[in-house]
């Protein structure tokens, strides 16, 4: 990260005040929001019906456009770029403003090219198993996994996300060596798990393939046992988790949109997400929406930076 103020961010600020004159109350037109990932990943599961109930409030469209690769980094810079107007704005899985700074060279500057505005949703990730695997609990395939070294394979939506991240955390805790085989994001590599290629993941995205049985889930990432799977321990129960931050989902603008833009989006996504059917959308795919918002969302980010920092260092995961 830079010292000062990017080059970018610092035009963006002198553009604000002219933007927010020109363009009177927002929104006037359609809003753009960038998935950093190929349809069908989680963060599509927050995207969708966020989207469509917010269009609503706003009495405006909002369009989904998905921008994979790179980890995410390539659309999240897609919105770096953006004219910071309120009219494109990043739906960013945790790992975007938290892991990724410490595992990649970056485009951009996550501290000085974007402005967080709200947390929108949460989940807790299963760890979801291949039925191949001749093993049914975490302990049993943690005693398979060790008797072979480097034979397992978990899937994830891409170097320096949190999918990586998970899985990294529990094979280290567990002393597996495990290999990592990053994809474009959770729908690629839940088709893959799907399909045997890889034998694990640890991904909301599996959460519908573990209720009827196409997977087995072996354990949760969350502080308490999932309700649908009251049986499956939490990775803490078993010692091979420690108690840290959550996957969560955020929504962010370029650096220099106006605050008044920023506290009409704030406002506009705490009403989109408060219907029923939201929730239940976001609940197929092991997620819930969670709205949070200036300094504690920013407290949020810096915290989980730092633990997930640690993690990096400690675990020795880099992009690979």
């Known amino acids: 990260m830079t010292a000062s103020l990017s080059r970018r961010a610092l035009g963006a600020a002198v553009l604000a005040p002219a933007i927010a004159r020109a363009q009177g109350a927002w929104p006037q037109r359609t809003v753009t929001l960038v998935v950093p990932y190929p349809p069908g990943g989680s963060t599509d599961t927050v995207a969708r019906p966020l989207a469509q109930e ?19 980094s390539i659309g999240a810079d897609g919105v770096a770029r953006a004219r910071p107007d309120g009219y494109t704005l990043l739906l ?4 975007i403003f938290t892991i990724s700074p410490h595992m990649m060279r970056l485009p951009y500057d996550v501290d000085r090219d974007f402005v967080p ?3 929108v949703a949460a989940s ?49 805790a567990a002393g597996l060596r495990l290999e990592h085989v990053p994809y474009r994001g959770s729908g690629p590599s839940f088709t893959d798990l799907l399909a045997g290629r890889v034998q694990i993941i640890c991904d909301p995205v599996a959460l519908p393939a573990l209720r009827d049985g196409r997977l087995i889930p072996l354990a949760t990432f969350g502080e308490n046992r999932h309700p649908e799977f009251p049986d499956v321990p939490t990775l803490m129960e078993l010692g091979l988790a420690e108690r840290g931050a959550m996957s969560w989902f955020g929504i962010a603008a370029p650096a220099g949109t106006p605050p008044e833009i920023v506290r ?3 406002a506009t996504l705490e009403e989109a997400l408060k219907p029923e059917p939201v929730a239940r959308a976001m609940a197929v795919g092991g997620l819930w929406p969670a709205f949070e918002t200036g300094e504690p969302f920013a407290d949020r980010i810096r915290r989980d930076r730092e633990i997930f920092g640690a993690i990096v260092r400690r675990t020795g995961a880099g992009v690979n």
């Open 92 to 95: 960013f899985p945790t790992a």
């Open 264 to 266: 009409r989006v704030a």
């Open 54 to 72: 917010w269009g609503r409030v706003l009495g405006q469209p909002v369009v989904i456009e998905n921008r994979g690769g790179a980890g995410g």
């Open 117 to 119: 505005i709200a947390r």
């Open 124 to 172: 807790d990730a299963m760890v979801a198993m291949h039925p191949s695997v001749p093993v049914r609990t975490m302990r049993d395939f943690v005693a398979y996994a060790k008797a072979r070294p480097g034979e397992i394979r978990f899937g994830s939506a891409g170097n320096g996300t949190i999918t990586q991240m998970q899985c990294e955390v529990f094979g280290e």
